[in-house]
């Protein structure tokens, strides 16, 4: 028995020997790749870490450990000498992934994708704001390429690139590292269920993809998700059919009936586009003067809709235009304005135009900013008046983007007044500009102060005195503050021109957010709790600390729709909540127009209204839900909520967002030849 353990021990020592010393060579000969593969992987660590914080999850390890053996292997296809570059370059690519992503998700809580290249052009409108998106750890990612091209400079003085393999040498690495790749990809496969399978095709769901796949998986498969523009049309068209009929079968979009229906038919309409304005600014003070006191006001005296949310994507203003005007969500991939410009859409101005409207929009920026000119002629608006070509521009009238608020109204005043002496009926959209992030250049124009003020006593001398501290200064927040308080000047001195022409005799005016500033939260929790005696952010133990939470700031993302009227009949708030897809049907109402493809209700006419945003999480009066993390929080401290609850609202919402997906893509609207049909039907009726 003696000599069996004996003999057993040797084997096992002789093995680790063999082991160690096999594992030294494999190191020695394959430095190079060895240090592409750890680096690439712990980029991918590292962006989790600092995003969805599953550091640890085991699935999504697995998943970009292979992908990266997967890539690397490759390497040996080439000659030793040439390596270095390949590895190279996908090193840049590996980190330029994990880096973009990380900032992207730092200011949008998501995660970009390649359809965000068809729309870059328009991040160079912003580029003030890339100071405001990069932050120090986001550096980090280029660790990667750094210490491999150390290990690469140490190697070349050394024999390493003389130690030529043959081919089948070369060929043998690289089935070994294909074949550990294959291991940790079934071993990640093991974790994966229908519905994770599910999820990556439709990729709305960008958090939970990279939780489950990890980034590498997640950018892979967004690559394929983006060509869907050019390829979807192509496949698919059957089915896609198919479940647009069973939805609106399902969930059909009726006319309403109900107290406000015709209210303002034959009406002229005047809807402002309101730059990134949050809901929360209306009731925010600073030393003890409002914020936005034409909103305010505006709120106050009209239907003021206060719990109404965006849903916006990628595309941001001009996804918010579109929901706004045809009451469907934006695309899964691409934007619509660039990807999808050649649709037909049942909107807003061209239901209004069977009407004999003259339907016209208006903005201070250039017309091929979101593919405006084009875009906003399909959606049935007569003319476009844009900063290129209908505005006067004087050096000092420019602020960010273009011409500033108040100018553009201004000039914008003049326009209507001619548009109103040769129409009888006519819609208009004004988009503003100034309160567009980086949130900077009024600091001269207005007179807001936002440092806070508060007496003490001082110990030495025993007196009275103020204190000011500029605790806003330089923040994005401040910035963000100063602009809006811009903006609401602008809309309030915009009003009174309107009036002092008599443009509002006959007139609603219509005013929405069209989404959130997207600052992040981090400066919420600082706001909302600093502590002026210290001039610093509350600790986190202290018991006045309270945490603005991943809810507080979605909920926090509510804007403002209001409608208004010069004799202030309708004195209202409509607490329900409720999305900008609801808008062609509410307002719809109220018009006397109708569009049977409307996914949103009017609000009017409906109980427990539901609100989906473009990622599948969703909203009712009694709960928010994330479906990134699939657990939500409570509204209604009363409201018992139960699995088919959630389970029935998270189905919808995935319908929802396919359907919307399937008209926009397939043109739906125009191949069931139905829309001629319901135009006629509202200019006959």
Known sequence: MKDKLKKAGHIAKDFIK?????????????????????????????????????????????????????????????????????LMTW?????????????????????????????????FGVGDALNTIIEIKDFSYILGPVILTLVHLKLKNTSYYDNIKTKKKARTTFLKALLISAISLGFFMSTVT?????????????????????????????????????????????????????????????????????????????????????????????????LTPNLKKLSEEGLYFSNFYAQESVGTSSDSEFTFNTSLLPASNGTVFVSYWDRDYLSIPKLLKQQDYYTFSMHANKGNFWNREVMHKQLGYDKFYNYTVDYTINDEDIIGL???????????????????????????????????TPFTGVEDTTDIDLTYKYTKVNEETGETEEVINDYLKDTTLGNYFTTAHYADEALGEFVNELDEAGLLDNTILVIYGDHDAKIKRSEYNRYYNYDPETDSKLDSDDP???????????????????IWTKDNQEKKEIKEVMGMYDVLPTLGNMLGIYSPYALGHDIFSIENNFVVFPNGNWITDKMYYDS??????????????????????????????????????????????????????????
């Open 18 to 86: 063999k082991f160690a010393k096999g594992t030294k060579h494999y190191f020695k000969h394959n430095a190079l790749f060895i240090t592409f593969v750890l680096t690439a992987f712990i980029e991918a660590c590292m962006l989790r870490f600092f995003t969805v914080k599953n550091f640890t999850a085991i699935s999504p390890l697995f998943s970009d450990f292979a992908v990266v053996l997967f890539v690397g292997s490759f390497a040996y296809f080439f000659k030793q000498k040439n390596r270095y570059k390949y």
């Open 91 to 123: 090193s840049i690519i590996f980190t330029l992934v994990c880096l973009i992503n990380s900032a992207y998700y730092s200011n949008y809580v998501s995660f970009t994708s390649f359809s965000l290249l068809a729309t870059s052009l328009q991040i």
């Open 194 to 290: 229908g519905t994770d399978i599910s999820r990556l095709y439709k990729q709305w769901n960008r958090e939970y993809v990279v939780m489950k796949f990890g980034v590498y998986v997640y950018q892979a498969n967004d690559l394929i998700a983006s060509l869907k523009p050019q390829i979807s049309p192509l496949f698919g068209y059957d089915k896609a059919a198919k479940q647009f009929r069973e939805y609106y079968e399902e969930y059909p979009s009726e006319k309403s009936d109900n107290e406000y229906t015709n209210k303002y038919k034959g009406k002229n309409v005047i809807v402002i586009h309101a730059e990134s304005i949050q809901n929360f600014l209306l009731d925010t003070e600073i030393n003890g003067k409002p």
């Open 402 to 436: 273009g011409l500033n608020d108040k100018s553009f109204f201004k000039q914008s005043t003049e326009k209507i007044k001619k548009i109103n002496e040769e129409h009888k009926n006519w819609y208009g959209v004004l988009l503003m500009l100034t309160n567009h």
């Open 544 to 562: 006045n600390y309270k945490e603005f939470t991943k809810y507080d700031y979605e909920l926090n993302r509510s804007v403002p729709f209001i």
């Open 628 to 685: 990134q993390s699939d657990e939500g929080i409570l509204l209604d401290d009363k409201a018992v909520i139960s699995a088919d609850y959630i389970d029935s609202y998270t189905t919808r919402a995935e319908k929802e967002v396919e359907v919307s997906n399937d008209i926009i893509v397939h043109d739906l609207i125009k191949k069931t030849k139905e829309s001629n049909d319901v135009l006629k039907e509202n200019k006959n009726g």
